[in-house]
């Protein structure tokens, strides 16, 4: 099957680099242009893209607003957010994170990299690095702004034993492949005990699975550092 990616940036050289990369890929084709937050949104409605790079810093509506709009639409339900900023600060990750984002990409990746992070994305799975993971769960995810949604503990009671382990190594930014050695399974098995927890916490994507391990208290964040 053939990922459709929407490109959401205000420059339009980097939106032409990044369509040729995605276009030269059998697997994958970008399917709309949008210069910013707005035209992001609209188009995603119109074409219902598998995937939409959007980078956080555009015009109008910026990128954030257009992530938490597009994540929040009933009909894109389907749609995966993948962040692009030239400052990935622990603040700018939590936010995108916040407004439904599944991964979250310096513009300075390399092309390997970046073609990865969208069928990672895509397959809905994060994109964060296990560094990154409990850097930003430890620094932001636990301490949540006014008027976030915390995870009650009681939430929990829908997995079973496996899904809550496995949850709790997802949490600690392990893959698939680490957790599977680590349990003694494959990790396709690994993969359904972490797609059955997230629909047992009405989870969006392995992101809000981690933000909701911490924030319902099913992992702890190890205290800093002196």
């Given amino acids: 099957m053939t990922l459709r990616v929407l490109l959401a940036d205000d420059q339009a050289l980097l939106r032409a680099t990044f369509r040729i990369l995605i276009d030269s890929c059998d697997d994958m084709e970008v399917v709309a242009e949008a210069t910013d937050g ?7 409605r119109t074409h219902l893209p598998d995937l939409a790079l959007v980078d ?6 910026d990128g954030q607003d257009a ?16 962040v692009l900023t030239t400052a990935e600060t622990g603040e700018h990750v939590a936010q995108a994170l916040r407004a439904g984002a599944s991964g979250f990409l310096g513009k300075d990746v390399g092309v390997e990299e970046l073609l ?21 769960v430890t620094r932001f995810l636990t301490t949540p702004e006014a008027g976030d949604h915390l995870a009650p503990p009681e939430s929990l009671a829908a997995l079973t034993d496996r899904e809550r382990e496995v949850m709790v190594l ?57």
Wanted: aromatic residues 0%; charged residues 20%.
């Fill in 170 to 226: 997802v949490a600690e930014g392990k893959s698939n492949a680490e957790i599977a050695e680590l349990l003694s399974e494959s990790p396709q098995t690994v993969r359904t005990h972490v797609r059955r927890a997230m629909a047992g916490l009405d989870a969006r994507d392995r992101a809000q699975l981690v933000v909701i391990a911490y924030q319902s208290g099913l992992v702890r964040p190890a205290p800093p550092l002196c």
């Fill in 38 to 44: 707005d035209e992001a949104i609209e188009l995603a």
């Fill in 56 to 61: 956080i810093g555009m015009p109008s509506t």
């Fill in 116 to 136: 990865d992070a969208i069928r990672t994305v895509a397959a809905g799975d994060s994109l964060l690095s296990p560094t990154a993971t409990r850097a930003l």
């Fill in 67 to 82: 992530t938490a709009l597009i994540c929040a639409a009933p009909e894109l339900a389907a749609t995966r957010v993948l």
